[in-house]
């Protein structure tokens, strides 16, 4: 009986340490020397290198705490725009009644059955067209549509959640003298926090880990954000810095950790609750 009571910690703990010694191994190599990043496959390395987190600062003609201000920049725009828009949708899907609800509700999950690569290069020729790329604010691309609640993801999210809420609260908010905004402003709104918590805390950390679409819309070094100017310690002749890349990974993970302990509760409660209960 104590062994099968021990089992079962033992195997979460083992879980774990497999689950984090990537990021492990990643601190240790951000303090190692370059030649040993290869040939040193331990943890810890044997001669500490403080020094990459300076060089790395610093490796740019601009200082890494740029791309910081660019990422955050970026992905606290995203985070308001998506649940901006995505709780006006879902308020739309969920309360309000239209023609063909059901066939555009319909469409907008299809849409999460669609690679976003497909669309990328459509959307860089509408945006080019624009003139939104390369431009004074290259970060058009990336915030705009946002606020047109692209992210099906969350709008699903919250109609789920907003279904849950007892529609006798509309009714009495009616009754009230509410209408279908004063309903959405007192009654779905406040109700809807968990919902819009968790919505916020996906979007950064989606947005902040961002790669791909911010390497396709972005060109200039000074506008660069903290995924692309990774990149660039390894340039085309095969030089690399990795211990200072090592190092400003680490800094990069930094605010995604730090927003995720910061509203973990928040996080569980809205994946958690559906509604009211009783």
């Not at 990537?22 to 040193?40: D, I, R, T």
């Not at 911010?214 to 000074?222: A, K, M, P, T």
């Not at 660039?232 to 995604?256: H, T």
Request: net charge positive.
């Amino acid at each position: 009986m104590t062994l099968r009571r021990l089992s079962r910690p033992l195997v979460l703990l083992l879980l774990t340490a497999i689950v984090l010694y990537p990021l492990v191994w990643m601190l240790g190599s951000s303090f190692k020397a370059p030649e040993e990043v290869l040939n040193n496959m331990s943890v810890f390395p044997e001669i500490w290198t403080p020094g990459n987190y300076s060089e790395g600062w610093s490796y740019f003609d601009v200082a890494f705490g740029r791309f910081f201000f660019n990422s955050a920049m970026v992905a606290g725009l995203t985070v308001v725009a998506n649940c901006i828009s995505c709780l006006l949708a879902a308020y739309a899907f969920a309360r309000l009644r239209f023609k063909l609800r059901g066939f555009w509700f319909a469409i907008m999950i299809g849409t999460l059955l669609l690679p976003g690569h497909v669309l990328i290069v459509p959307q860089f020729v509408m945006f080019k067209t624009f003139g939104w790329v390369g431009g004074d604010f290259p970060y058009l691309p990336l915030i705009v549509p946002q606020l047109l609640a692209t992210e099906a993801f969350f709008v699903f999210l919250m109609v789920q959640f907003m279904r849950g809420v007892p529609r006798e609260l509309d009714d009495a908010a009616k009754i009230d003298g509410c209408t279908a905004y004063g309903v959405f402003r007192h009654v779905i709104l406040p109700l809807s926090r968990p919902a819009l918590v968790s919505t916020a805390i996906f979007s950064f950390i989606w947005t902040w880990n961002d790669f791909f679409r911010q390497l396709i819309f972005l060109s200039d070094l000074e506008k660069y954000t903290a995924p692309v100017a990774l990149t660039m310690f390894i340039d085309s002749s095969g030089q690399s810095a990795v211990g200072p890349m090592f190092a400003m990974s680490v800094l990069s993970l930094a605010p995604v950790f730090i927003f995720f302990v910061a509203f973990q509760r928040m996080l569980v409660e809205g994946i958690n609750t559906s509604g009211l209960k009783g």
